[in-house]
């Protein structure tokens, strides 16, 4: 064998050996890779904490979290939730004292860390005790103020919490007092709605409904009321409706008797009724309460509405699950609208397509203010909290239609 011969079998051989090594590498890259990906689709697929099935975490935020109202866009419940201070640590950061002056009773709540143990930022603790005053870091009032008599600390957060509408508060005379609010409103510092419903998939809002939940259904309309001089006139809209379609109304503002405290009550509005009057007492800007979320949507009827806005129901219900009476010029045309869906067993099923979509979550009041209080100090006042809470255009005693916000 000649020379180049020889040359010729080692470079070929030399060659051959290279590429396996490459090929072999490669493959192991491949592998990697594939690997990498199989996870990163596992974690995108897992639900976030605050699902009831969920397992996904929060990670460090060293960037301009949503928390504040300021901030525009995004949902801030869901942000708030999400959110982990970049330093945080479970051992080493400081622990926020809240202070609630009304006392823990009223909370439901006991003194200690007890409320943050599920919380992904859990360094807070809970106390009553007014002699802490000056250590606290935040102080919580629960539907009342009064005013602290000691000096109040520089750093210190005042937050003011109310559950129920401006015509059933209190009247806040105070000027650039408190830093945080906590209400139903969405343009609450701490939103704290009666529920919040989330979708798994924000592009899936829809879902196809094998059951057909007109079936067996022989009455229309039903109502559980007992407040009969509610603000909104809503028992003479229920009166005039009652000229155009049948509502059977329950309780003290109405000929049927059946106590909400039976559950044998939302049985016979589950199995018999296809629509059910969720009537607030008042109509202010975000206020949807149990009428809604567990009278209505809990069953299966169709919730009518009346209370809030129609765009903040938009906002905080699942997509095309409700009727709101502003919709229609008078009582008349919605009940023509209902004898519609009566008869169309198509058109009432769909709204009920969004079931199966998502869920009405535990909004974690207590974790997102621990959260909020690890977050870079935000130095606001509210400058007049009775003219945010109750100024000009937050409730209407008449319909929103035609009302500016």
Known sequence: MSTIQVLFLCVLLCGTTIFLILFINQRHSW????????????????????????????????GTPKLFPEQMGGDRITEQLMYLPGNYSD??????????????????????SVAFQECPVSRCTLTENRKMYKKADALLYKDYFVRPPAHRPSQQVWILYLLECPYHTSVFNYLNVFNWTATYRWDSDLVAPYEKWVYYDPKVTQKHQERNYAANKTKKVAWFVSNCNAWNKRLEYARELQKYISVDIYGACGTLGCPRQDSTCFQLLD??????????????????????????????????????????????????????????????????????LDKDDELYNTYFR????????????????????HAPLQHKYYKNINSWWRGQGICTEGSWRNKTR
């Open 31 to 62: 592998s990697y890779l594939y690997s990498l990906g199989n996870k990163a689709a596992n974690k995108s697929k897992q639900k976030p904490w605050y699902f009831k099935s969920g397992t996904a975490f929060p990670h460090p935020i060293n």
């Open 354 to 373: 969004w079931k199966g979509t998502g869920e009405f979550i535990n909004t974690y009041f207590w974790c997102r203010l621990c959260g909020m209080l």
């Open 91 to 112: 051992a080493n950061s400081p622990q926020k004292v809240i202070l609630v002056a009304n006392g823990l009773q009223v909370w439901h709540q006991e003194v200690g």
């Open 271 to 340: 199995r018999d009724y296809k629509f059910y009057l969720a009537f607030e007492n008042s109509n202010c800007g975000d206020y949807i309460t149990e009428k809604f979320y567990v009278n209505s949507l809990q069953y299966n009827v169709i919730p009518i509405v009346m209370g809030a806005r129609p765009e903040d129901y938009t906002r905080s219900a699942p997509l095309g699950s409700f009727i709101h009476v502003d919709n229609f010029d008078r009582p008349q045309e919605l009940a023509e609208y209902l004898h519609i």
